[in-house]
């Protein structure tokens, strides 16, 4: 599989349309879970500007539990309905925070990070996890960003077999 370097335009529906063929083509014959999330953590992190952080939360023993990721360390444990990775879980929606200083029960894993995008990945009516996205500018994430996003996790959910610890 050959990357194709993108522009960065920020909030680019074309780049998210060839971040998304990019994606489609890592996950093409790979089912393993980890493996698919590990790379698409990668891709994002290469592909995205002003970001300095992206990864996955997998839903385990009641709980989001940090899987594969880029960036610095991160919190391991996030309860449902906590902070915005555990609302997004429990809502089963994606949620933009344009300023994380605003959102009630913000978890500051980076106090670098300012705004965030958290997309919940549902299979089969099963929560599986969210994807994560931390910037360090206050409203960098829109609606092309959710829509794409979004679109990106239902291309790689398409390849993956969910494998949970429940």
Same mark, same amino acid.
């Given at each position: 599989m050959?990357?194709?370097? @993108?522009? +960065?335009n920020?909030a680019?529906?074309?780049?998210?349309a060839?971040?998304n063929? =990019?994606?489609a083509s890592?996950?093409?014959?790979?089912?393993d879970m980890?493996?698919?999330?590990?790379?698409?953590?990668?891709?994002? $992190?290469?592909s995205?500007?002003?970001?300095? $952080?992206v990864g996955?939360y997998? $839903?385990? +023993?009641? =709980?989001?539990v940090?899987?594969?990721?880029?960036?610095?360390?991160?919190?391991v444990? *996030?309860?449902?309905g906590?902070?915005v990775c555990?609302t997004?879980?429990e809502?089963?929606e994606t949620?933009?925070?344009?300023d994380?200083?605003?959102?009630?029960g913000?978890i500051?894993?980076d106090?670098a990070?300012?705004?965030? *995008?958290?997309?919940?990945i549902?299979?089969?009516?099963?929560?599986?996890?969210?994807?994560?996205?931390?910037?360090?500018?206050?409203?960098?994430?829109d609606? @092309?960003?959710?829509?794409g996003?979004? =679109?990106?996790?239902?291309?790689?959910?398409e390849a993956?077999?969910?494998?949970?610890?429940?």
């Amino acid at each position: 599989m050959h990357i194709i370097e @993108t522009n +960065h335009n920020l909030a680019n529906p074309e780049l998210y349309a060839l971040l998304n063929k =990019q994606a489609a083509s890592l996950v093409e014959g790979e089912t393993d879970m980890i493996a698919n999330f590990a790379n698409i953590a990668a891709l994002l $992190w290469m592909s995205l500007e002003r970001i300095n $952080w992206v990864g996955f939360y997998l $839903w385990k +023993h009641d =709980q989001l539990v940090l899987g594969p990721f880029q960036g610095k360390p991160a919190c391991v444990r *996030i309860p449902l309905g906590k902070g915005v990775c555990g609302t997004a879980a429990e809502r089963r929606e994606t949620i933009i925070v344009h300023d994380v200083d605003q959102f009630p029960g913000h978890i500051a894993c980076d106090s670098a990070s300012r705004s965030e *995008i958290v997309v919940p990945i549902v299979s089969n009516g099963t929560l599986v996890g969210v994807l994560d996205v931390d910037s360090p500018v206050l409203s960098r994430f829109d609606e @092309t960003d959710k829509q794409g996003l979004e =679109q990106l996790i239902e291309t790689v959910m398409e390849a993956t077999t969910v494998e949970l610890a429940v």
